[in-house]
């Protein structure tokens, strides 16, 4: 026993010296937790199976990260590291580590560290992830998938286990449930409008980067807290200093909430208030997804959640809100690096790039890198104020006050002029659908996108397929300038409960079609494994998503031409775009019921995407 001791020791010793000790907001504990949830957990969790409670040597936990947790157990001897099946937690460190591990995981995702050894260059270190609700632990490795074989910073831990997908999936998970949760909390007691919901999200968020307001939003009165709140916002865009905005048109767009009668007043059911209660909810289940992952779209997922509940304006201005897989999909089709410049002229939330900075962040090693790639590899353009002061609020959220955002139109030659000085290599668009006006045609933006980008630079769009199969002098004037590369038939339903069929177009930019000489590349994508679901809308059930994905990008980067699935095709202005116009089918395969299946979706198509 006392030689384990000295393990233990010299683990102390290197938490110390990775400052672990350090934080307030860090609480290690040794051989038992004062956690409620732990106590449970490990209640009966004793190594040797006979009842009574367990614990490993050290529990490491933060407010920060309140769904992780790191544990350490510890042997004397390196031949008592780890057994063959893993089945002996009494004798061996990892065997032990793994069964602490797989308690604790039904409320966290747990970091299990087996170390054993007598000296400090002699430890055998050993690292386990086993994320909240699965059955399996897994080694765990860093974003190159390189085994960590020592004892990291509490911050690489976190980094590291949140990289991991089956954890990132829970973690979406949860959100969208607490989103639904917190939906249907805005509309029954809050009263706010479809606009005014993300909104009241948003800004939350960017009061709760402000310390004093986080510590101390509970001792404002209700009548005083909207004032508050609204302060403190105008204080932290401020700081932000964003440039080409006006703080008044950032701010304005949260004017309507912080003089919300329904917000400020004192009931019986909740005698702080009702933005009180919206507060301390975003505080606990949201705040810890801005402050520890910064990847991830936290404002963009809750904007297009609360849009399943509205049958409000969305179709009207246009507003189809591109799916997050999607915009995934375009950072891996446009090969995303960490040098890249990556364009927006219609942000929206500013999806498209979060994800390419999430792709470009992997590739970064440096905090130098990252923050170039936060300084200068993102441009973005966004016409409505309430959209662009959500982008702009993502951002700063990821702690990048300057991003290059534009308010205004992307037409604007001012604005035209300045993105293009930024000599961007890779354009992302989703534009506004089914505007009237013909200036504003979908195939319109696409153009600009394109002139806005540097020669050979990649474009990519998802718009109606329309674009693709009805004629419009637009494709002969792209065709005049720029290279159709590929085109992409997406899913029927992919922005379900909208019911525009789209696809997607990728151009080379500044090399007209003709000189080109190149065939263009068409996929049949029309099934990314996501099914539509009564209460949560189209969704990866079955997990076929990443390997549909890898498939596709496979597919398009080696240009293949498999019957079915994709096939390459000399085009021009007059031609349909689209992969259905030119794949060979096999028709012993087709049945009646497919046959009358295919008619009723192609009527349906017909409708709604107005094609005679």
């Known amino acids: 026993m006392a030689n384990e001791r000295i393990t233990e020791n010299l683990v102390r010793d290197i938490l110390r010296a990775l400052k672990y000790y350090d934080s307030k907001d860090t609480q290690i504990e040794e051989q038992k937790s004062q956690i409620v949830e732990v106590k449970k ?5 004793s190594k040797t199976g006979k009842g009574g409670a367990g614990a490993p040597e050290f529990i490491v936990s933060t407010s920060a990260t309140p769904d992780f947790i790191i544990i350490f157990e510890c042997k004397a001897k390196t031949k008592y590291h780890e057994s063959l099946k893993r089945n002996k937690p009494v004798v061996y460190a990892v065997d032990g580590a793994l069964h602490y591990a797989k308690r604790l995981s039904k409320s966290y995702n747990v970091i299990a560290v087996a170390v054993s050894g007598q000296t400090k260059s002699g430890l055998k270190i050993s690292n386990f992830l086993h994320p909240k609700g699965a059955n399996q632990p897994k080694e765990l490795t860093n974003k190159s998938g390189k085994l960590i074989t020592s004892i ?24 969208m449930e607490f989103s639904r949760e917190l939906h249907n909390f805005m509309r029954d007691h809050a009263k706010l409008t479809e606009s005014e919901k993300p909104l009241l999200v948003s800004g939350t968020l960017i009061a709760l980067k402000n310390k004093a307001f986080a510590k101390s939003y509970d001792a404002h009165k209700p009548e005083d807290l909207q004032k508050e709140w609204m302060r403190i916002i105008k204080e932290e865009f401020k700081k932000a200093n964003i440039p080409h905005s006006k703080e008044y048109s950032m701010t304005q767009p949260y004017s309507s909430i912080a003089v919300h009668p329904n917000l400020g007043k004192a009931n019986k059911r909740f005698p702080k208030g009702v933005l009180y209660e919206l507060i301390r909810m975003l505080n606990e289940k949201v705040w810890p997804f801005i402050s520890v992952y910064h990847d991830f779209d936290v404002v963009g997922q809750f904007y297009g959640e609360f849009l399943k509940y509205t049958g409000g304006d969305k179709k009207a201005l246009g507003i189809v809100l591109t799916p997050r897989h999607i915009t995934e999909l375009f950072a891996l089709l446009a090969n995303v690096k960490k040098d890249s410049k990556v364009l927006d002229i219609c942000a929206g939330t500013g999806g498209f790039l979060i994800s390419a900075m999430h792709q470009m962040f992997k590739q970064a090693v440096t905090a130098k890198q990252k923050k170039k790639i936060k300084d200068k590899g993102l441009i973005g353009v966004e016409n409505q104020p309430q959209m662009y002061t959500l982008a702009a609020s993502n951002m700063i959220l990821r702690g990048d006050g300057k991003a290059n955002l534009h ?4 037409f604007d030659k001012a604005i035209s002029k300045e ?10 668009l989703n534009p506004p659908y089914s505007q009237s006006d013909e200036d504003l045609h979908e195939l319109v933006f ?3 996108m394109l002139d806005c980008l540097v020669k050979n630079g990649t474009g990519i769009a998802i718009v109606p397929m329309s674009c693709a ?16 590369d590929a085109v992409m038939s997406m899913p029927t339903e992919l922005f379900y409960p909208v019911g525009t069929v789209p696809c997607i177009m990728i151009f080379k930019a500044h090399v007209p079609h003709e000189q080109s000489n190149r065939k263009t590349w068409f996929g049949y994508w029309k099934d990314d494994g996501f099914i539509k679901t009564k209460h949560k809308g189209r969704i990866d059930q079955y997990d076929k998503w990443s390997l549909i994905r890898d498939r596709w990008v496979e597919t398009y980067r080696n240009r293949d031409d498999i019957p079915g699935e994709c096939v390459k095709q000399y085009v021009t202005h007059n031609d349909e775009w689209c992969a259905e116009a030119y ?12 046959f009358e299946e295919t008619v ?3 009527m349906i198509f017909k409708l709604n995407n107005g094609v005679s």
């Open 41 to 45: 957990l490990l209640k009966g969790a």
């Open 419 to 428: 993105i293009k000085k930024h000599k961007c290599n890779i354009g992302m």
């Open 152 to 175: 990291i910073s509490f911050e690489d831990y976190i980094e590291h286990g949140t990289f991991d997908p089956e954890v990132a999936k829970k973690r979406h998970h949860d959100l």
């Open 469 to 484: 199969i009805s004629p419009h002098p637009m494709k002969e004037d792209l065709l005049k300038h720029h290279t159709l």
């Open 407 to 410: 308010q205004g139109s992307c």
């Open 446 to 448: 696409v153009k600009h």
């Open 600 to 602: 009723k979706k192609y």
């Open 583 to 594: 794949m060979t089918t096999n028709y012993a395969t087709i049945t009646q019921d497919i």
